[in-house]
Each structure stands twice: as C-alpha cells, then as structure tokens.
C-alpha cells in the first residue's frame, strides 16, 4: 500500500481546485472563474485498493497583503513543506509567469515535484505548448511536465498514476470511505462563499467571510437545519448582498441549499443572516474568529 500528501500548488486561477475536485472525483473545493477564491488548506482524499493519496488544496502564490492575504500566503508556503510530492498546477494556456513566486516554494523542497500544465483544452494548435513546457524544463528539475485539463479530465488518470506511484509505501491514513478532513461546517460556509463568488461582483466576494452558527441534524424527518452569518465590510456591500427586497439574499440561499442537499444527501434547511464587521479582513480577531488560523 502507498499513502501520503501531494500539495496543489500554483498562481491564483490555475486550476488547482478544479483539479482536487476531479482527482478526488468529489466536488470538496470551491471554484470561481476570478482569483483567490481558495482562502485555505482544503483536503481531498482518494482511497484506491493500492493507495491513498490526500490532495491538499491550497490559495493561490500570491504576495499577500493585509492580514487575510498573509494568512493565504503563509498557507500556501507551508502545504508545500509538509507533503510527500508537490504538484505546482500552471494555467497551460499561457499566461501564468515563470518566476520566482512559485518556483522559489519549489526549490525549497526535497522531494518530487511534478508540473501540471492546466487547461489545455484551450491550446490549439497543441504545438504552442511546446514552447511553454520548454520554459518550465528549463526552470526546474521537474519529476515530470504534464499536459492536462482539469476541466475535460484530458490527462488526468496519467497525472494520477504519477503522483501514486511518487508516494511512499505507507499504510493507510484515513479511513477509506473518508473524503476529506474538513468540518462539515466548513464546507458549508465554503458553498455560501462559492455563490456569493458567482453571483456578486468587484470586491464584493472578496470582502465576505461566512460563519456557521448551528448546524443540527434532524431524524424524522430527516433534515439538517443550518444557520449562518454572511460578513461584509461595510454597508454598501451588506445593501447588495440582500439585494432588492432581499432577492440576492434568497438566490444565494436557495442555490447554496440545492447543493447542499446534494452534498448531503438529506433536505436542508439554510437560514442566513447578513452582518458588518468592519475591515474583517486585517482584524487579526475577527480573522481568528473566521477560522484563518495557522494550524503547524
Ligand atoms: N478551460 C478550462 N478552464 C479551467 C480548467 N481548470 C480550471 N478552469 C477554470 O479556471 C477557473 C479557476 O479555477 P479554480 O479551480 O478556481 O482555480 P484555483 O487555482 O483553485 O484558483 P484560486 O483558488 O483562486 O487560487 C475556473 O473558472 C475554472 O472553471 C481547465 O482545465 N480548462
Ligand atoms: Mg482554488
């Protein structure tokens, strides 16, 4: 048997929680078309009878500012110095950099470091990424550089296969129906956070934090009641996140709870609330509060 930790690693929007998502052939990790949507380490286990591999979804490298950013940063830096393999996910379809952002976590590391270049579904002809696979040969001693679409699974398997057999004989470390490590509660507010990314704009998914405050399950009928708090920055974002009449309020918590229902598998009941904490996001005790702390 092989089992250890493979980190997810790479520049903001590259792919790295589609990946996981389709690695672990679970949705686990939220994904938005715009950047920084992952704010932490998110686990994703996939049991094989030969191997278990816990993928590690981390934020996207990026120069953190203010309290949340550092956090992210930190967070990121650290999943790739406390695994077995990394696997740094680049936008394949050109416009992620080489540079020192993300090849300098990698040099730091002593083990296997496999390149995943994502998306490219969205390379034609496939001879441009020629050039683009040149550039990262000759930035780092890859394990391996691989053309993948986490989106159409296009290599994925591959990749797969790679990574397990990168690990080390280990038995198992989870049980293995486990998927992942996360609190229910967790996964929870990650799903409001994923339809405010998608349904509000600017700054406003980036100036929200979710807290779950209750989550009780029910038999008889079988039902899980949740009740969470929407946290914003100001007034003005609190006014857009209810909407007229309270109509954003309702879409979000009506598209949240459909996918919850289908996560869980039983009826949900998700009753959210909007509040302001100002400036949250350099609070280092509203930050606390929220769950950004550095675990190791
Ligand atoms: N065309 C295409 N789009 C992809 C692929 N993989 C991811 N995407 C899209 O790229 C965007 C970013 O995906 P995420 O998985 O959220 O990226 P991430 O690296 O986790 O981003 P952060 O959490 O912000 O660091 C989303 O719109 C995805 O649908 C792919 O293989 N092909
Ligand atoms: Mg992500």
């Known amino acids: 048997m092989k089992a250890g930790f493979v980190a997810l690693i790479g520049r903001p929007n590259a792919g790295k929680s589609t990946l996981?998502?389709?690695?672990v052939g679970e949705k686990l990790s939220i994904v938005s078309s715009r950047p920084q949507t992952t704010r932490n380490r998110i686990t994703g286990i996939k049991t094989t009878p030969a191997a278990q591999i816990?993928?590690?979804?981390?934020?996207?490298?990026?120069p953190g500012r203010g309290g949340l950013g550092q956090f992210m940063q930190q967070t990121a830096e650290r999943a790739a110095e406390e695994v077995d393999t990394v696997c740094l996910v680049v936008d394949g379809s050109g416009r992620d950099a080489v540079d020192e952002l993300v090849l300098a976590p990698l040099a730091r590391f002593s083990g296997p470091v496999f390149c995943a270049l994502n998306k490219v579904d969205r390379v034609r002809p496939k001879s441009r990424l020629l050039p683009i696979i040149d550039r990262w040969r000759s930035a780092h001693a890859f394990a391996e550089i691989l053309p993948i679409s986490a989106a159409d699974g296009t290599n994925c398997d591959r990749l797969l296969t790679l990574l397990t057999d990168a690990l080390p004989e280990h038995p198992a470390l989870f049980p293995a129906d486990a998927t992942s490590d996360q609190p229910e509660t967790f996964y929870v507010a990650e799903i409001v956070r994923e339809r405010i990314f998608h349904l509000t704009h600017q700054e406003v998914p980036y100036a929200v934090a979710v807290r779950v405050n209750e989550l009780v399950e029910h038999t008889r009928p079988e039902r899980l009641d949740i009740r969470a708090t929407i946290f914003v920055e100001q007034n003005s974002q609190k006014g857009i996140v209810i909407g007229k009449g309270g109509a954003m309020l309702k879409r979000i918590g009506t598209d949240a709870r459909r996918e919850l229902e289908r996560f869980f598998g039983i009826q949900v009941f998700l009753g959210l609330t909007v509040d302001v904490r100002r400036n949250w996001r350099r609070d280092p005790q509203?930050?606390?509060?929220?769950?950004?702390r550095l675990t190791s």
């Open 20 to 23: 996981l998502n389709r690695l």
């Open 54 to 62: 816990i993928f590690v979804d981390t934020p996207g490298l990026q």
């Open 286 to 292: 509203a930050l606390r509060e929220f769950g950004f």
